[in-house]
């Protein structure tokens, strides 16, 4: 339906009047007739409906009005001829881009339908061939397209002021100054000094072209979003536009940086060959190649290169050959990272070795030793089941995929019972999909390894499914075949949760190989972790009599780092999910019928959410923050030694600003403190393009992060009386509903319990650092669930990287992450046993 106020052009006829005159004098002379080779043109708008009338024959060549027939021999299905008055009609509404006599046309020529007409004379019963054609006019009927709603184009960061790219150009179906006339470039703010536009014109076609107009910096921003428009010369004029995503291509101006300018470490003499001294670690804000980074040592001394080996790709410092105290006291020598660039730039650490002897400290055991030695041996063998692992597509939400979710679980399965542990899968029962059919869940694996009444028991939780993936969504591998690139394990369930899970596994194994197990081992796996655990909380509570009575200690690997530093997670934020529901009418409304004269729902719903939280963030619900528990000087230490770089994360994201300025207060309210975030609008039109409609139903999408000791059924309560309450101060006769469709609790820990005793000293056992403590601004219920449950000492300690990106594209682990995980796997076990 057309806008009011949209024009239609009046018909338009045009006859041969220099004709005429003679045809008359024919007649009145009773000459004969000058139909041969005489032709009439008419012309019609397109898009007019079918009827128009278009001219008449009688009235072009003056016939009588009666006594004659008329038939139409050329011209269908497009026009018709009336058989008594020679009136011409249009038969079906034309449109000239689709009209085959058009199609192939250049666009200044015009468009005809040729027409013939029998006339029939019934006084003298002579009939003649009558010839014209129809022009049909072009009416601006159609807008300027591109052939992508989005278009990408790739800049080097490097590209001079004034050099010129070019831009795809639109089309447009009409034709004359009703074709594309203009384009227009519309930056957002960020970019309005860095791009410009220029059209060339070439044989009357206008080629647009992007201008480069300032200094490019990739640290800056890694692209920009710039609306693309085109608009016809049609009256009124129409617009189509794209969004152009100017992607910043990576050149090599930035120089490797490390950590910090010295690196330290304490080595025991008696320390066996392949045991790790420590990382260095060295970072590029390039991408690619560009930041691809290896490492060397420079100005070693000879004692350094026979001592030690430097792995090339990691940093990673390990034992080469037996160190003498009594031969060198100390190692000092320099690491450079040089980037894989066409022109590679370099940095440079220092590295300060210091030997000690066993008997001036406490030793680390000789068992110790020879499982992390072990461990390094056997680390391709531990990739190979990895790679096996990733290799089945255990995608929680396909439900096609089932039976590969269940041989995940029976290959997890084989593997514990490789390990003489001994194992039930516990069923959950079936699942009813959205047509009516059932497919059963994936069972739970419920596992121990060991029962010995005397040592303690802990319980590993992790998950077997993963996340949906495909090649075509942006991953540079095959995202179910393992691919190792510089030190990085790709492939989906690498971090979240196949090789966490495997890191314990092996562990285990490698304990095994040379001693009895420390503790006594249980794993609770599920499979449908990714879709929200279903059936698993019934489970946990089914079994807390059973399969939990002799646990000890919970812990959960399906955790990472906030840094490169090691970390252990003992607390999580809840989460409360709203729905905010407003409804103006029964069905949508245009707006030029109704637009002024209703409330309307999306406009009740904006200023709904625009009552949730100020500019800073802060939650604008009254009670909100009267159960967050009080800041403690613990606390403040904590966030203080946690390692964090926020700068960094706001030049990978593109972030301008945080709302807050410090480590400490950025840390304390993405974990400590609740959070309200706006996620979207359900009803509201938000396809490319125009239209015109009023919604008659819209839904606001929010969630709260909640953090101890809120109640999500307070929060709940808090929310929705607020919301209704603001709600009757706008006075809107419309519907309002809201509802929670998750009420998630938040959990958190003692970090002073022996559990995170043992895993503070494991890590410092492994990597040599003292661990972060941290706590995570997510939702994971288990955890809450765990300890609500069962009662159980609860942590989170996971061995995934900061930028391993679980649910997104490229998913990976480290090697090292991977294989020195399993290290404090081990140690921590151990650790265990001794509390």
Not at 117 to 135: I, K
Not at 486 to 500: A, E
Not at 628 to 636: F, G, I, M, S, Y
Not at 742 to 768: H, M
Request: aromatic letters at 8%; charged letters at 25%.
């Amino acid at each position: 339906m057309p806008d009011e106020g949209d024009p239609r052009a009046p018909r338009l006829r045009v006859g041969m009047p220099r004709l005429a005159p003679l045809l008359g004098l024919c007649l009145w002379l009773q000459l004969p007739f000058p139909g041969s080779g005489a032709r009439l043109d008419f012309r019609v708008l397109e898009e007019q409906p079918a009827g128009t009338w278009v001219g008449s024959f009688p009235a072009d060549f003056v016939f009588p009005d009666s006594n004659a027939l008329y038939r139409l021999e050329t011209g269908a299905p497009h026009l018709r001829v009336d058989g008594k008055t020679g009136e011409i009609y249009t038969a079906t509404r034309l449109d000239r881009e689709s009209l085959p006599e058009c199609r192939l046309l250049f666009p200044w020529e015009p468009c005809y339908l040729d027409l013939e007409v029998l006339f029939v004379d019934l006084l003298s019963n002579s009939p003649r061939l009558l010839q014209g054609r129809v022009e049909v006019l072009d009416v601006n009927d159609n807008s300027p397209r591109f052939e992508s709603p989005v278009f990408t184009l790739a800049v080097p960061e490097n590209s001079g002021v004034g050099t010129i790219f070019p831009l795809p150009p639109a089309t447009d179906a009409d034709t004359g100054t009703n074709g594309v006339a203009s384009y227009q470039l519309l930056p957002g703010s960020d970019a309005r000094h860095l791009f410009g536009l220029r059209v060339a014109e070439d044989q009357d076609e206008k080629q647009p072209q992007l201008i480069v107009m300032g200094n490019l910096d990739r640290k800056e921003a890694e692209s920009y979003n710039l609306t693309f428009r085109a608009q016809d010369g049609g009256h009124p004029p129409r617009a189509g536009s794209a969004l152009l995503h100017v992607r910043i291509l990576d050149v090599n101006d930035n120089a490797p940086a490390f950590e910090k300018p010295l690196y330290e470490a304490e080595l025991l003499k008696s320390s066996p060959v392949g045991r790790s001294v420590l990382q260095v670690k060295a970072e590029d804000s390039d991408e690619g190649a560009n930041a691809e980074i290896d490492y060397f040592f420079h100005s070693a001394s000879p004692a350094v290169r026979r001592l030690l080996q430097l792995d090339r790709t990691t940093g990673r410092i390990t034992v080469r050959a037996p160190v003498d105290r009594e031969d060198v006291k100390v190692l000092k020598f320099i690491v450079l990272a040089r980037d894989r660039g066409v022109s590679p730039q370099t940095a440079h650490a220092r590295v300060v070795i210091s030997i000690r002897d066993i008997m001036n400290g406490t030793p680390t055991t000789e068992s110790h030793d020879k499982i992390f030695q072990y461990i390094d041996e056997h680390q391709n063998e531990y990739v190979q089941r990895l790679k096996d692992w990733v290799a089945i597509e255990s995608d929680s939400s396909d439900p096609l995929k089932r039976h590969l979710l269940i041989n995940m679980v029976h290959l997890a399965e084989e593997r514990i019972k490789q390990l003489g542990g001994t194992v039930e899968l516990a069923g959950l029962g079936v699942q009813e999909l959205p047509n009516g059919n059932t497919i059963p869940l994936p069972p739970v694996i419920l596992a121990n390894i060991g029962n010995d009444p005397k040592k303690p028991t802990v319980c590993f939780y992790g998950h077997l499914d993963v996340q949906p993936a495909k090649l075509e969504d942006g991953w540079s591998t095959e995202p179910y075949i393992l691919t190792e690139r510089n030190g990085r394990l790709y492939g989906r369930g690498t971090s979240d949760d196949k090789g966490q899970i495997l890191a314990v596994l092996n562990a285990v194994e490698a304990l095994q190989r040379h001693q009895e197990l420390p503790v006594n081992v249980k794993f609770l796996l599920e499979s449908m972790e990714e879709v929200g655990s279903t059936g698993l909380f019934e489970l946990v509570e089914q079994r807390n009599s059973t399969f939990f009575s002799d646990v000890n200690y919970i812990i959960v690997t399906d955790t990472s780092w906030i840094s490169n530093k090691p970390g252990i997670t003992y607390g999580t934020r809840g989460n409360c999910y709203f729905f905010v529901e407003v409804e103006c009418a029964k069905q949508d409304l245009h707006s030029g019928s109704f637009g002024g004269i209703i409330h309307e729902a999306t406009n009740d719903l904006i200023f709904l959410l625009s009552t949730l939280v100020n500019s800073s963030g802060h939650i604008l619900i009254p009670g909100i923050y009267e159960a967050v528990a009080p800041l403690t000087e613990k606390e403040k230490e904590l966030y203080e030694r946690t390692e964090f770089n926020f700068q960094k994360i706001k030049a990978k994201f593109g972030i301008k600003n945080f709302t807050y300025n410090t480590k400490q207060e950025i840390l304390m309210h993405r974990s400590r403190y609740p959070s309200l975030s706006i996620h979207g609008i359900e009803g509201a039109f938000s396809a490319s393009g125009t239209k015109t409609v009023i919604p008659a139903r819209v839904i606001g999408k929010f969630s709260l992060r909640l953090v101890p000791n809120m109640e999500p059924t307070v929060v709940i309560k808090q929310v929705t009386d607020y919301l209704k309450k603001k709600f009757a101060e706008w006075n809107s006769p419309n519907h309002l509903e809201v509802t929670s469709v998750i009420g998630a609790k938040p959990w958190i820990s003692d970090t002073d319990e022996p559990l995170y005793l043992a895993g503070r000293k494991a890590i410092k056992k492994v990597f040599q650092v003292e661990a972060d403590l941290i706590r995570a601004g997510g939702t994971i219920p288990i955890g809450s669930h765990f300890q609500e449950v069962t009662g159980k000492k609860i942590m989170f300690l996971g061995i995934g990287g900061p930028d391993d990106a679980p649910h997104g594209q490229n998913e990976k682990i480290n090697r090292s992450n991977f294989i020195e995980g399993t290290k404090l796997y081990a140690a921590l076990l151990q650790e265990l046993a001794s509390f």
